[in-house]
């Protein structure tokens, strides 16, 4: 029996990450189970919820660096594994040591470092170019070539998106990308992070605490709370309903001048995190 060639359509077709019947465990504590999530190509998605609910775990098992205790979670069509390069990683902005011997440009290539480029003169032509190409694509030539201590923390954050995408990536893993900048180059990082994936059809998972400044990028959000999940869009999520059933407890969700407010009795607050911890801005009720 002959099985027809794929076509065009249905590789393209292929998700970008699939998760089915996922399920994570760190000893006995199970932190999710049951998750079935297919990011199409180019799609954009926030990962949401509070302190120690699976975010950042959830990335490392993409990353192929955690296994998961059930199901499979694959990178497009392929098992999640370590050293892939259809895979980039953002992490959070920390401010590097003033005297760390690295230039900018030092820091892109740790990105080609596990991927497919070796040592050999064609291979070592083959890292500055794709190096160059991707402090261009971050607009980052200016300071690629001084040393990172040196630079601002939206600087050295642009170059973290580069080195994220030296090894051209299907798939770019952004865990807290804004954390600690301020608001213009809040913009600035997720604006470099939108243009990848519409420019690359790139998918983006984006673990934020703060769902606000990407709002308007975000395709689907993915609402982890303590085991509970909830996917869909913004707007069918991100509701009084559903974050009052993924918290058990009373929740509102205001829409002020754009933004997503959400509002709880003092219980609420304390059950979302004094300091918000599922970022959004809480305010308390008499
Ligand atoms: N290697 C490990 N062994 C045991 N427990 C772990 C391990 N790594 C993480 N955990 C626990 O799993 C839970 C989820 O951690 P994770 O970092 O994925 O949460 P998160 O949603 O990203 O949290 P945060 O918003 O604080 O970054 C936490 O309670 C954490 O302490």
């Known amino acids: 029996m002959t099985h027809p060639a794929p076509d065009a359509s249905s590789v393209s077709r292929t998700p970008a990450v699939e998760l089915r019947g996922a399920r994570l465990a760190y000893g006995d504590r199970t932190l999710w189970s049951g998750l079935d999530l297919s990011v199409e190509q180019g799609e954009f998605i926030a990962v949401l919820g509070p302190n120690g609910s699976g975010k950042t775990s959830l990335l490392k098992v993409l990353l192929g660096q955690l296994p998961l205790s059930e199901g499979t979670a694959t990178i497009a069509g392929t098992p999640a594994r370590t050293g892939n390069s259809h895979v980039g990683y953002v992490p959070q ?61 939206g600087e050295q954050q642009r170059l973290r998106v580069a080195q994220a995408l030296v090894g051209d990536p299907k798939v770019l893993l952004c865990d807290e990308p804004l954390l600690s900048l301020d608001l213009a180059n809040q913009h600035r990082v997720s604006d470099l992070i939108n243009q990848r994936r519409l420019g690359h059809d790139t998918a983006v998972l984006f673990v934020t605490h703060e769902i606000n400044p990407i709002l308007p990028l975000v395709d689907r959000v993915l609402y982890l709370v303590d085991g509970r999940f909830r996917i869909g869009t913004a707007a069918e999520v991100m509701t ?47």
Request: aromatic letters at 4%.
């Open 93 to 153: 902005q920390k401010t590097m040591d003033e005297g760390l011997p690295l230039r900018g440009r030092d820091l892109v290539g740790l990105g080609v470092d596990g991927h497919r480029w070796g040592t050999g003169f064609r291979s070592r032509r083959s890292r500055r170019i794709v190096v160059d190409d991707a402090i261009d694509q971050v607009g980052a030539r200016a300071f690629a070539d001084a040393p990172v201590g040196s630079l601002s923390g």
């Open 240 to 286: 009084s309903e559903v974050l009052s059933e993924l918290y058990q407890t009373d929740v509102e969700v205001l829409h002020v001048r754009g933004r997503l407010v959400v509002v709880g009795t003092g219980d609420a607050i304390d059950a979302l995190g004094s300091t918000g911890a599922d970022g959004i801005h809480h305010e308390a009720h008499e």
